[in-house]
């Protein structure tokens, strides 16, 4: 219902000209994302994501954060104070936006480096990291997102972690 309500506001607003443009309901950017990065291989840096377009990229060209498989599996910043850890949750919308309060205990505190789940053999479903969030900067801390796990996997050397994004208006 809601996306149709959204689609009947885009068709409005084009039919009459009445908006004002400030509606961040219809900015694309603004919309959750589910997103999968893999590691081939255990080692170098395996998929990455740029945050200003939602592309998944090889290794860490031009990527935001990239997926990093050793013992266990990570996501790693391209810059230092990329994550903010605000602990497990249910969506997206329940993540606070409050980049200033991150880690368990409400301590400030951003990080390069957020842990994930063990590199033994699991399946997305068996992922202890499932509803790990947190907020996450872009490469030139001009922009902030929530992200949430939705699962990690690590099968036959190939690691994965899936994950729901949104930029914070």
């Known amino acids: 219902m809601q996306t149709h309500l959204r689609w009947l506001g885009v068709a409005l ?6 908006c004002s443009g400030d ?13 999968l ?13 740029r945050l200003s377009d939602g592309a998944v990229l090889p290794g860490t060209q031009s990527a935001d954060f990239y997926l990093n ?3 266990v599996l990570s996501l790693l910043g391209a810059v230092p104070q990329t994550f903010c850890t605000k602990g497990k949750r249910a ?12 880690g368990l205990s409400g ?3 951003w990080t390069s480096f957020f842990g994930l789940d063990g590199s033994g053999n699991h399946t997305e479903q068996q992922s202890y990291s499932i509803g ?6 872009d490469a030139t801390h001009q922009a902030l997102y929530r992200l949430r796990i939705t699962g990690t996997s690590y099968q036959q050397g190939v690691s994965t972690v899936r994950f729901d994004i ?4």
């Not at 607003?13 to 009445?18: D, E, H, K, L, R």
């Not at 990065?37 to 994501?49: D, M």
């Open 166 to 169: 949104a930029r914070v208006p």
């Open 91 to 102: 969506t997206l919308d329940e993540i606070s936006s409050t980049p200033t309060q991150c």
């Open 69 to 71: 498989t050793s013992r």
């Open 107 to 109: 301590q400030s505190g």
């Open 37 to 49: 990065l893999t590691n081939l291989q255990v080692g170098p840096a395996g998929e990455g994501y």
């Open 23 to 35: 509606d961040s309901s219809l900015d694309t950017s603004l919309q959750p994302r589910s997103v």
């Open 132 to 137: 790990q969030s947190m907020l996450v900067r």
């Open 13 to 18: 607003c084009g039919a009459f000209a009445a």
